[in-house]
């Protein structure tokens, strides 16, 4: 069915490393993308979007990338810090809907 | 500037009762969306209020149902509460309608015994 899923349940990196999130998605008319940060107990915090006229976004250590051809979106953390622990989200808007459709999630795990 | 925040933080209520979530939206923002989030889950989408009229719904029963008002912050309304309905109540505000550039609040826990 269609839907927005994440490829790792849970993902460990080192302190200081970067860190890739990976989310694919099976809309094709699909036209924007969110990801989000959510840190236990609280609300999702807005990182960055992107709209399906692009392929890259950057911005304060984050960059999102788009591949329209294989459905495939991307975060990329530089230099992860201790507080970006947390669950990451990525979320897609389907041309003329009004809401959001999230995947599951991945556990983001900073290792000292 | 405000953000987006919601009242109560936690909540417990009986099968078969009633409940009234509420949300004040993000200063300049006139949209608010609303998401049920179950554990371990990601938000699912259950409506979006715009100029006090519901804008889209989600796959969600009648027995939910908003009202938004003049200054934008809006109810979220469950009636005859279930079991299934225990989770995390999100809200979220934009500007000018649809899904771009949501912030959400941080929720409302709502358990159902």
């Known amino acids: 069915g269609e839907s927005v899923g994440l490829h790792l349940p849970t993902l460990s990196v080192q302190e200081g490393d970067n860190s890739i999130i990976n989310c694919a998605y099976s809309?094709?008319?699909?036209?924007?993308f969110i990801w989000y940060k959510q840190e236990s107990g609280k609300g999702p915090q807005f990182i960055i979007d992107?709209?399906?006229?692009?392929d890259k976004r950057q911005g304060q250590r984050v960059t999102v990338l788009l591949n329209k051809t294989v459905k495939h979106l991307s975060l990329q953390i530089a230099a992860t810090q201790p507080g970006d622990s947390a669950v990451y989200f990525c979320?897609?808007?389907?041309?003329?809907?009004?809401?959001?459709?999230f995947g599951k999630g991945t556990h983001l795990i900073i290792q000292p | 500037e405000t953000g987006v925040t919601q009242s109560p933080t936690h909540l417990i209520k009986t099968r078969g009762q009633q409940v009234t979530l509420r949300c004040s939206s993000q200063?300049?923002?006139?949209?608010v969306s609303w998401y049920q989030q179950a554990l371990g889950q990601g938000p699912q989408f259950i409506f979006q209020?715009?100029?006090?009229?519901?804008?889209g719904r989600g796959n969600f029963p009648p027995r939910f149902s908003g009202l938004q008002f003049p200054n934008y912050s809006s109810e979220l309304n469950v009636n005859a509460l279930e079991l299934d309905d225990s989770a995390l109540y999100l809200c979220?505000?934009?500007?000018?309608?649809?899904?771009?550039?949501?912030?959400f609040g941080p929720g409302t826990r709502l358990t159902v015994t």
């Open positions: 992107i709209r399906s006229n692009m």
């Open positions: 979320a897609e808007n389907r041309r003329g809907a009004d809401g959001l459709t």
């Open positions: 209020y715009y100029r006090e009229e519901e804008n």
């Open positions: 200063s300049g923002h006139n949209t």
């Open positions: 979220a505000s934009s500007f000018s309608g649809g899904a771009y550039e949501q912030y």
């Open positions: 809309n094709s008319a699909s036209d924007y």
